[in-house]
């Protein structure tokens, strides 16, 4: 039990630290203040260079979030997959307005399932292009939910045959309760806000 509440701990600690905002605060400002911290916010706001700087350390927290959870608690790596999605989510260094947890949740799975994670990928980089061909007009919603909804089933699918299950299923239960609570409490720019 202790080595799990570690485990737990640690992970929601360093999911909490969200590359997004630590990046904009380096600038002098808060992204927060005009859009969602994650890759996509921070590439509208700064540009290419920063999206994959602070995606690829969100994707290394939660890698490493994941590798604690097999040295530590290899039975339940799951906990540390729910546990840095939601410091991501609900960072306690950041007022608990975080990002939407896609990053970590790659990078965790990428430690414990990265043939579950390439399938899931894969699936969205297929469906995604094919979706804006065809659909995107008519239809007039982003891709990457539309992605979301085909490629999460396939990840599940994935998931039973090559691991990482109860991973995905903590990460993604995170995630959706992050994206029902932007849905009902959509995050309101700051006045005055804008790129600078």
């Not at 939407?100 to 899931?120: N, Q």
């Amino acid at each position: 039990m202790p080595a799990l509440l570690l485990v737990a701990a640690a992970s929601y600690l360093l999911g909490s630290l969200v590359a997004g905002v630590l990046y904009s605060r380096l600038r002098g400002e808060d992204i927060r203040g005009r859009d969602l911290p994650g890759g996509s916010g921070t590439y509208r706001q700064y540009g290419v260079g920063a999206a994959v700087l602070v995606t690829a350390l969100d994707i290394l927290k939660g890698a490493a979030a994941a590798a604690l959870a097999l040295h530590v608690t290899p039975q339940a790596t799951w906990i540390a997959m729910l546990g840095v999605v939601l410091g991501h989510c609900y960072p306690v260094y950041f007022r608990f307005q975080g990002g939407g947890g896609i990053a970590p949740l790659l990078g965790a799975l990428l430690v414990v399932a990265p043939l579950t994670l390439a399938g899931t990928v894969a699936t969205a980089l297929v469906v995604i292009p094919l979706y804006k061909a065809t659909l995107q007009s008519r239809v007039t919603l982003n891709a990457v939910p539309v992605a979301t909804v085909i490629a999460v089933p396939v990840g599940l699918l994935l998931a039973t045959r090559y691991g990482g299950l109860a991973d995905l299923l903590a990460g993604g239960a995170a995630m959706a309760v992050r994206a029902a609570h932007l849905l009902i409490r959509p995050p309101v720019p700051a006045p005055g806000a804008g790129r600078s």
